[in-house]
């Protein structure tokens, strides 16, 4: 069994900041890249940001320069940290693991619930 989950979303202005975070746990042997995504009712999920084991990182040009995504290994969590918000962030954010439970065992990705982000005045 492995749980994926999200914390820190809520409300903020235009302009505030917001730090996500999201941890996987349960039987893990080794997790691949990680990534926030984020979805508005009625729209496709987008990748927002994600994160490779060695820190390699890619961002939507949307959030290029505003968010940050962080990774802790021991710990099995990454972070996103959004400065400069807008309402065009409002959406719930999901996060993702890429992981093998076992040595043996083939890549498998596993999703959070989400958590709600609303940038409004």
């Known amino acids: 069994q492995v749980q994926v989950v999200e914390s820190g979303g809520g409300s903020v202005q235009p302009g505030g900041s917001l730090r996500l975070s999201c941890a996987a746990s349960?039987?893990?042997?080794?997790?691949?890249?990680m990534g926030w995504y984020r979805q508005v009712a009625g729209k496709e999920r987008e990748l927002v940001a994600s994160?490779?084991?060695?820190?390699?990182?890619n961002y939507a040009d949307s959030v290029k320069g505003r968010f940050t995504i962080s990774r802790d290994n021991a710990k099995n969590t990454i972070y996103l940290q959004m400065n400069s918000l807008k309402p065009e962030d409002t959406a719930v954010y999901y996060c993702?693991?890429?992981?093998?439970?076992?040595?043996?065992?083939?890549?498998?990705?596993?999703w959070g619930k989400g958590t709600l982000v609303t940038v409004s005045s």
């Open positions: 993702s693991a890429d992981l093998k439970s076992t040595l043996y065992s083939t890549n498998q990705e596993y």
């Open positions: 349960g039987s893990i042997f080794v997790i691949g890249v």
């Open positions: 994160i490779f084991s060695g820190g390699s990182t």
